[in-house]
């Protein structure tokens, strides 16, 4: 089986390319992927390439498939697995494993054969093992790549904690019918993170969402509305806070000085970092969710609080099985719906060049059809794009049916007409 993939040899170099995948073994998985939605840690690796720690050493001469948040569709079962898959199961990938022996592998980052970025993978028996290859029931494929996102944004929130005063018990999850911020949070991940807090199992009671970009502090307030979250008992506020003089004292004023029993940081920014630990109440947890590409990042932290107010600090580094399970089974019931974080579609041969300038491209996530061959397009620019391509005018008018949102039938409009990779 050929398939045409896009491989990391080294720091920035991204080639994409056609070969020969071997013959599946007992205990393999021969797959089809159809989406992959492109994620910042991919750029790191691609600029970091042996350096990361989740790339091999020996890229230059192994290279690896890039791309972990895929879905798509099995072709031939191992004998070992028949018993579990067949073929024309969907599926999804959790890509964090942690193996014993390697805890930091992972599809997409560390593996020849298996990665998002590809027509066909091969799926290796440690991921069935470790009971990382999931089902997948919904209808869209683009669902299936956003689950690993989901994940990451709900195990972030399940890893937020908080105590009872003179018991050394952690009661582990946001505080249900808290105050809660979400600093740097109109972008894609922040989108993820407001739906889940809003329409998600344990709701504050008052949500704070700030960033320095009124474009899409504006776009994340006609998705995620005022009137919605106050439907589920959420008073929902966005801050634009790039001209505000004292934004510290600005945010407590929405706790009456109080401060918050949750902050996330969704920016790895010093400044930003800083802020979340003064508005943080007392037991306050502090959820640095974004990872940053240099190993000193630091910031201050007010030790004072820690010892006299419990204030502490946690975070995490993508999700696990359960947190996958759990977004796929909220996206299937229509809990949430993560297709506001996507603002980008593209084909496979693409997907070099969108990755090594991910963090140059506005707007949110970019998900890529790997069985096409697209140029990157913002679902914005569709309509404009329509006036000489009647594949696009036809887009246009789908997403404007969908509140501007990818859709599922926008998905099968364009995986039927668009140009095969």
């Not at 299936?144 to 399940?158: N, Q, R, T, V």
């Amino acid at each position: 089986m050929k398939t045409k993939a896009v491989r990391l040899y080294g720091k920035n170099d991204l080639r994409l390319e056609e070969f020969e995948l071997p013959p599946i073994r007992e205990d393999e998985i021969l797959a089809k992927v159809i989406s992959d939605s492109l994620c910042m840690s991919s750029y790191k690796a691609a600029i970091q390439g042996s350096d990361h720690k989740r790339v091999p050493k020996d890229i230059d001469k192994n290279p690896v498939i890039i791309g972990h948040e895929f879905c798509g569709q099995i072709v031939e079962v191992g004998k070992k697995w028949q018993d579990k898959f067949k073929p024309g199961d969907k599926f999804t990938v959790q890509p964090a494993l942690n193996l014993k022996d390697n805890p930091y592998a992972a599809p997409g980052y560390s593996f020849q054969y298996i990665g998002g970025d590809a027509t066909y993978i091969i799926i290796p028996n440690e991921v069935m093992e470790q009971n990382c290859l999931l089902k997948y029931e919904g209808d869209a494929f683009f669902y299936g790549s956003l689950a690993e996102p989901m994940s990451c944004i709900i195990g972030a929130f399940h890893a937020s904690y908080h105590t009872q005063q003179g018991k050394y018990i952690h009661i582990m999850g946001t505080l249900e019918n808290g105050f809660m911020a979400i600093l740097a949070g109109a972008g894609p991940m922040g989108l993820g993170a407001i739906d889940y807090a809003v329409h998600g199992p344990k709701p504050p009671k008052l949500l704070v969402v700030t960033d320095i970009n009124q474009e899409r502090l504006d776009r994340a307030a006609s998705i995620y509305t005022q009137e919605d979250a106050k439907k589920h008992g959420v008073d929902l506020y966005y801050v634009n806070t790039a001209n505000i003089d004292d934004v510290e004292n600005y945010l407590l004023s929405f706790t009456d000085g109080r401060g918050f029993d949750d902050v996330f940081v969704f920016a790895p920014v010093r400044e930003l970092v800083e802020l979340a630990d003064k508005i943080l109440a007392r037991d306050g947890c502090l959820n640095f969710f974004a990872g940053p590409s240099d190993p000193n990042f630091s910031a201050l932290l007010n030790f004072y609080n820690v010892h006299y107010n419990s204030t502490h600090v946690v975070g995490t580094s993508g999700g696990n099985t359960d947190d996958m399970i759990e977004a796929l089974d909220l996206m299937a019931k229509g809990i949430v719906n993560p297709a506001a974080m996507i603002t980008h579609i593209g084909g496979l041969n693409c997907v070099a060049q969108t990755t090594l300038n991910l963090p140059k491209i506005p707007g949110g996530k970019k998900l890529i059809y790997t069985n096409i061959e697209l140029e990157l397009v913002a679902i914005e620019d569709f309509k404009e794009k329509g006036k000489e391509n009647p594949l696009f005018a036809e887009l246009a008018k789908i997403v404007e049916r969908n509140n501007g949102l990818w859709c599922k039938e926008a998905e099968d409009f364009l995986l039927e007409n668009a140009k095969k990779i």
